[in-house]
C-alpha cells in the first residue's frame, strides 16, 4: 500500500477506540504495518487522529454550524418537567443535561426491557442491512413510539428536549452493556456517500440529533467519549448526553464521532433517541 491509500472507516474507528483507551502511538502503528499498511500511511492516519483533524474529511471540515436546535438557556422546560443543562460545547452543539428522567422511570425503562433483549446490530454501510459486530457488545430492544402511556410521557419529553415534533423520532432503544461491554467510536448518521444508507434516507430523512440517557450508575467505566474532542461525558443516572450532527445544507459533522468506554465494572444501562429531519417512516 502506498502513502496515500484511503484507511478504511473500521480501522478509523479502531484507531480512534484505542488512541482514548492511552496506547501508544506508535504501537498502534507497527500493528497496522503488520496488518498489510504502508508505514508511512499508517502514520498519518494514526497522527491525524491523535491531533483531532485528520479524522474529518473535506466535506466535515467545512461543515457549517447552524443556530443550534437544542434550546437555549441552562433550564429547558417540558410539558411535564424542567431539565437543567449543565454542560454546552457550542461546535459541535453537545450538552449534558441532568435529571431527565426520575430514578423511578429509568428502573421501570430497565424492568420493561429486560425480557426483550437481543444482540444489538450495526448498519451495514454498503447494503444497509444490519450486521453484528465486535465492536458493539451490547443487547437491547426497540419501543415504538406511543407504545403505553409511560412511554408516550417520555416520548413528548424528549421531544421538546430535543426541539422537534415527537413523530422525527425514531422508537426508544433500551440497551444493556455488561462489563467489558462497549460501543466502539462511530458516527449516528447515515454516510450520504454509502450505497447502505439510501435505505435509511428513505424513512424520515438523516438523522438530525442524538440523546443517550443513563439509566443507571455504573460502578466503573461506560462513559460517552468523543474522541476528536477530548471530551467524556457521565454516567450518571437519569442525565443525558445530547449532540447534533447534521444541518439544513445535507452536511453532516464527522467531529461527532463518538463511542462507549468500556465498563469496567459492574453493568450499564442507557436509552437512546434519535431524531430524523421529518416523519420517520415518511
Not at 138 to 145: A, H, K, N, R, T
Not at 174 to 186: F, K, N, Q, S, V
Amino acid at each position: 500500500m502506498n502513502a496515500h491509500v484511503q484507511v478504511p472507516e473500521e480501522w478509523r474507528d479502531w484507531i480512534a477506540r484505542n488512541l482514548v483507551r492511552g496506547c501508544d502511538p506508535e504501537m498502534l502503528i507497527a500493528d497496522m504495518v503488520r496488518a498489510g499498511f504502508d508505514a508511512q500511511a499508517a502514520r498519518n492516519v494514526v497522527s491525524g487522529l491523535a491531533d483531532g483533524d485528520a479524522a474529518e474529511p473535506p466535506a466535515s471540515r467545512a461543515y457549517v454550524h447552524e443556530t443550534p436546535r437544542l434550546p437555549a438557556g441552562n433550564l429547558i422546560r417540558t410539558p411535564d418537567r424542567d431539565v437543567r443543562v449543565v454542560l454546552r460545547v457550542e461546535q459541535p452543539t453537545i450538552a449534558f443535561v441532568d435529571s431527565l428522567l426520575d430514578a423511578d422511570e429509568c428502573d421501570e425503562l430497565v424492568r420493561l426491557s429486560a425480557h426483550q433483549l437481543v444482540r444489538s446490530t450495526i448498519v451495514d454501510r454498503s447494503h444497509g442491512g444490519a450486521g453484528v459486530t465486535a465492536g458493539r457488545t451490547s443487547d437491547g430492544m426497540y419501543f415504538p413510539l406511543n407504545a403505553d402511556p409511560f412511554i408516550a410521557r417520555l416520548d413528548r419529553r424528549i421531544a421538546a428536549l430535543m426541539n422537534a415534533p415527537v413523530e422525527n423520532g425514531e422508537g426508544l432503544q433500551i440497551l444493556h452493556y455488561r462489563t467489558g461491554g462497549e460501543y466502539a467510536p462511530h458516527y449516528d448518521y447515515f454516510a450520504p456517500e454509502d450505497a447502505g444508507s439510501r435505505t435509511h434516507l428513505a424513512q424520515g430523512g438523516q438523522r438530525v440529533a442524538s440523546l443517550v440517557i443513563y439509566l443507571n450508575d455504573v460502578d466503573d467505566g461506560g462513559a460517552t467519549v468523543f474522541p476528536l474532542l477530548g471530551l467524556r461525558l457521565g454516567p450518571k443516572k437519569g442525565a443525558a448526553v445530547y449532540f447534533e450532527y447534521s444541518n439544513s445544507l445535507g452536511q453532516v459533522d464527522a467531529r461527532t464521532l463518538h463511542g462507549g468506554l468500556p465498563v469496567l465494572r459492574g453493568e450499564k444501562w442507557i436509552a437512546t433517541k434519535w431524531m430524523r429531519q421529518r416523519r420517520y417512516g415518511a
